[in-house]
Structure formats: structure tokens, C-alpha cells
């Protein structure tokens, strides 16, 4: 399957910003998808993820109550919707999957598939 990420860009402190997560294939709906980034000079770190047979996303405690992990199936689509950013949130975002993962994995060996990352900065 290839991702295809996008919707980063420049914001400032507080504001909002959605990214998406586009699949290629229609069986999209069977592949557990996790968002990631990297910051300069740091390893890459897990954000949030949605299994494929629902359930409660999972986030990391960093972006809790701030990001929100969607999917519209329909779509081929995943989102984060990130509210409240902060400029520790800069980084380029990176979605994965990874099939028939029912549980969310933080690791990035567990994911398969990779996006191409979508930049986010977030000024003061």
C-alpha cells in the first residue's frame, strides 16, 4: 500500500492544523495506521494510532487530549486533527500501517508502510 501524507505546514501556538493520511488501496480498512514524527536531531517517536477493527485509539501522553486520530473508510483516508499545538510539536509527521494490527503498536519496526512525512512548525 503507498501513503501519502499532507496538510502540514506553518502555524503558530495554539492553532490548529489536520493532517491526512491517504491510502492507496481500497482494503485500507484492514491496515492499523499510527502517526509519527521527527524532530531535528531526534529519534522518530510515536503520536497516535487506530487499529483496523476499531476500538479506542491510542495516543502518546505528549499529545493527549490535544490530537485526535480518525478514519474515514470510505476515504481510503486516516487523519490527525491537532489542536492547541505548541512549538514542541514541530516536526515532520510521518503516517505508517501496518495490516491486520488489531492492537496499536508505538514501535516503529511494528509498521510496514510509510508515508512521506508532512512538515509542521509551530512558532511562539
Known amino acids: 500500500v503507498q501513503l501519502q501524507a499532507s496538510g502540514g505546514g506553518l502555524v503558530q501556538a495554539g492553532d490548529s492544523l489536520r493532517l491526512s493520511c491517504a491510502a492507496s488501496?481500497?482494503?485500507?480498512?484492514?491496515?492499523?495506521v499510527a502517526w509519527f514524527r521527527q524532530a531535528p536531531g531526534k529519534e522518530r517517536e510515536f503520536v497516535a494510532g487506530?487499529?483496523?477493527?476499531?476500538?479506542?485509539?491510542y495516543y502518546a501522553d505528549s499529545v493527549k487530549g490535544r490530537f485526535t486520530i480518525s478514519r474515514d473508510n470510505a476515504k481510503n483516508t486516516v487523519y490527525l486533527q491537532m489542536n492547541k499545538l505548541k512549538p514542541e510539536d514541530t516536526a515532520v509527521y510521518y503516517c505508517?500501517?501496518?495490516?491486520?494490527?488489531?492492537?496499536?503498536?508505538?514501535?516503529?519496526?511494528?509498521?510496514?508502510?510509510w508515508g512521506q512525512g508532512t512538515l509542521v512548525t509551530v512558532s511562539s
Open positions: 488501496e481500497r482494503t485500507f480498512d484492514t491496515y492499523a
Open positions: 487506530i487499529s483496523w477493527i476499531g476500538g479506542s485509539p
Open positions: 505508517a500501517a501496518r495490516r491486520f494490527l488489531g492492537t496499536i503498536k508505538t514501535t516503529k519496526i511494528d509498521y510496514d508502510y
